[in-house]
């Protein structure tokens, strides 16, 4: 979800000049949302900010003014889709471009220090000068989970100046998957493109993969039920072991505990029956207990390799993160 940070750093630290392109305004129909973004360096391109000749020209703008003198370090181009770029979409946007260098490396650090302790942040962006150094600032800032990106991110200081300000928060789905065979591995895979934090806990230490993604954090542990104690509320659990008793063991605590936002089961409806007469039998409630999805994935997504399964769980999750996004956005009355 943050990976331009980690992405940023890493070309700073190689003298690579940047700069980072960010949507500051979408007016109606357009290829990504406001705080979408991209880094360009002089060859190399990272990210996306939806594709087609809209990228095209930006990174054609960025690479221009990458090494020019006597230039604003931050300034906005205003690009409509329809009649400029040749775009179907024909809505406007608005793009923030900032070339980055060594006098970024403060916030930018401190940004992805932030997020890894869970904190959301506010990264202001003076635009009004062509002085070399940045004008950024970071503040704190409380986000609801799943509260929406506003469409806007452009608006003026208290001194009436141009100002960039957005919202920059952790992933706000939080998935722990117990289980690092062919599946988990697989998923693994694909939770690690989306905008989520990761905990894959597994006591075979030597099934994790040496590489993993920024977003994923491993807990080689032969007590996995203590991963289930520190995890935050509203989380979603996958359970996916080698062994049905510890998996019907995780379970059970997880119904205990009875805050999770979702909670899937691998196996088959023979599997889910037998869990099920078992917890009755240790008198967990119905109604908790039919919370389990199991079988798990998209129902419609047909298919027992793991890739397929893999996916067929993904999609489902992403229901579960559009679910927790629409709860946040509605009117409390």
């Known amino acids: 979800m ?32 406001a705080g979408a973004k991209m880094l360009v360096s002089d060859r190399q391109q990272w990210f996306s900010i939806g594709g087609g000749h809209l990228e095209w020209v930006a990174v054609d703008v960025a690479r221009k003014r990458l090494h020019a003198p006597h230039v604003p370090a931050r300034w906005i181009e205003r ?17 923030l471009f900032e070339r980055l260098g060594e006098s970024d490396r403060g916030w930018l650090g401190e940004l992805r220090d932030r997020l890894r302790a869970g904190r959301a942040a506010v ?7 062509a002085e070399a150094g940045p ?107 080698h062994d049905h008793a510890l998996d019907q063991r995780l379970c059970e605590q997880l119904l205990r505990r009875d805050d999770a936002a979702y909670l899937g089961l691998i196996g088959s409806m023979t599997k889910r029956r037998k869990f099920e007469r078992r ?23 047909a298919g027992k390799q793991p890739a397929v399964i893999a996916v067929a769980v993904a999609a489902q999750l992403l229901r579960v993160r559009a679910g927790v996004a629409r709860r946040a956005a509605s009117p409390i009355v």
């Open 2 to 33: 943050h990976d331009w940070i980690d992405q940023a750093l890493w070309s700073l630290d190689r003298g690579q000049a940047l700069v980072l392109v960010t949507v500051a305004w979408a007016q109606g129909s357009t290829p990504r949302e």
């Open 123 to 129: 990264r202001e962006v003076g635009l009004d000068g």
């Open 135 to 241: 004008r950024v600032r970071l503040r704190e800032a409380p986000l609801a989970p799943g509260e929406a990106v506003p469409g806007k991110l452009l608006a003026e200081d208290a001194g009436g100046r141009p100002l960039f300000a957005e919202v920059i928060a952790p992933a706000p789905l939080n998935v722990v998957l117990f289980g690092a065979g062919h599946v988990g591995r697989a998923l693994v895979h694909i939770l690690g493109t989306l905008p989520c934090r990761v905990t894959w806990v597994d006591e075979r230490e030597d099934l994790f993969p040496d590489l993993l993604p920024s977003n994923v954090h491993v807990e080689a542990t032969d007590t996995p039920e203590a991963v289930i104690d520190e995890a935050p509320p509203g989380s979603c659990y996958l359970v996916m072991t």
């Open 279 to 301: 917890f009755q039998a240790r008198g967990i409630p119905e109604e908790r207990y039919r919370r389990i999805v199991c079988p798990i994935g998209e129902p419609g997504i």
């Open 79 to 95: 690009l409509p889709l329809g009649p400029s770029l040749g775009q179907c979409c024909g809505g406007m946007v608005h793009l």
